[in-house]
């Protein structure tokens, strides 16, 4: 019997260090600034292997790489913000061509380990539509200071400063704040704030719920082989705790969502297996006011504009229309 207790100890100690270690590697691999790739904006000037798309790459990567080199390759006015806990934020801004100028100002919002540059389609798509655009780097990602990727929770903070920046500077132009992915979840989770009265509504394409949910998604898809993943998970949240001195359900999007004061239209990819296209359709049904859902069938994650350009411009330029017509 005391041989049954020994191994049952022994196990229980491998276990746990199984689970604190990978909960440890998870949050490191997820939740820092990768290191030597902490910029993946295109350089003219500088050679960035990292950034060039392999086969491996997400069909996203691939097809962002050239909107990155052709984002930062523009003639834009470089700008930054110091955000509430001293980071300096980056960013640019590409002027509207003064023949095609509507008075709209876009704050294009990248998503988890990206950058300005490969939202470089999206700013186009705006800068093509007379929008002037504003595209940022979040913290701890691109040029922007920080270490520590908060999902979302300090990213939030971040964008209202850049949407107050934004006022103060083109003071008479509405404003439309988009964010993909992580990004998505950043801009979803200011609905609720005090935002400048210019802010006409809010585009999120694939944001998540929550980031503890979106990282156990993210695990059964890319470590398909990962034992015990939710305990990995639940590992994964200490260690956030403990590392950032927050609760990771902190960066919950539905409560903003449920007392949003602004539109917001949702866009997401039925085939997406890194944010579940459920949480579209539930923050959807939570938000209070003026919003629409926007499916794209079979699509991947981050992919929809991609999947139909010609929709996608159309379902975006038409929302802000209407939200704007207000």
Request: charged share 25%; aromatic share 10%.
């Amino acid at each position: 019997m005391k041989g049954f207790y020994k191994g049952l100890l022994v196990a229980t100690g491998l276990f746990v260090t199984y689970v604190a270690g990978a909960g440890a590697a998870v949050y490191t691999k997820a939740m820092t600034r990768t290191p030597g790739k902490g910029d993946r904006n295109y350089d003219p000037e500088e050679k960035k292997e990292f950034i060039i798309p392999t086969e491996k790459s997400s069909a996203y990567r691939q097809a962002a790489y050239n909107y990155n080199i052709w984002w930062n390759t523009q003639d834009t006015e470089k700008v930054e913000i110091v955000s509430a806990d001293g980071l300096r934020l980056r960013g640019a801004v590409l002027a509207a061509d003064p023949k095609n100028k509507i008075g709209r100002l876009a704050i294009v919002v990248h998503g988890h380990y990206c950058c300005a540059g490969e939202e470089g389609h999206i700013s186009k798509m705006f800068h093509d539509n007379g929008y002037d655009v504003l595209a940022i780097d979040q913290r701890s990602h691109g040029k922007s200071d920080g270490e520590a990727i908060t999902m979302g929770r300090m990213e939030a903070s971040d964008v209202v400063e850049w949407s107050w920046y934004a006022a103060e500077r083109f003071p008479e132009e509405r404003q439309v704040l988009y964010g993909a992915s992580m990004g998505g979840n950043t801009v979803l989770r200011t609905t609720d704030r005090d935002l400048p009265s210019q802010v006409a509504c809010v585009i999120d394409d694939c944001g998540y719920c929550r980031a503890d949910e979106a990282v156990l998604l993210s695990l059964r898809h890319d470590y398909s082989g990962l034992l015990f993943k939710e305990a990995v998970t639940a590992a994964c949240s200490m260690t956030y705790r403990i590392m950032q001195g927050e609760n990771i359900k902190n960066t919950d999007a539905c409560g903003p969502v449920s007392r949003a004061r602004i539109p917001v239209l949702f866009i997401h990819g039925t085939d997406d297996t890194i944010v579940d296209c459920a949480d579209s359709r539930k923050m959807y049904s939570l938000h209070p006011g003026k919003k629409k859902l926007v499916i794209f069938d079979g699509v991947k994650h981050n992919y929809s504009y991609f999947s139909d350009r010609n929709r996608y411009t159309r379902e975006v330029t038409e929302f802000i229309d209407s939200c704007c017509a207000v």
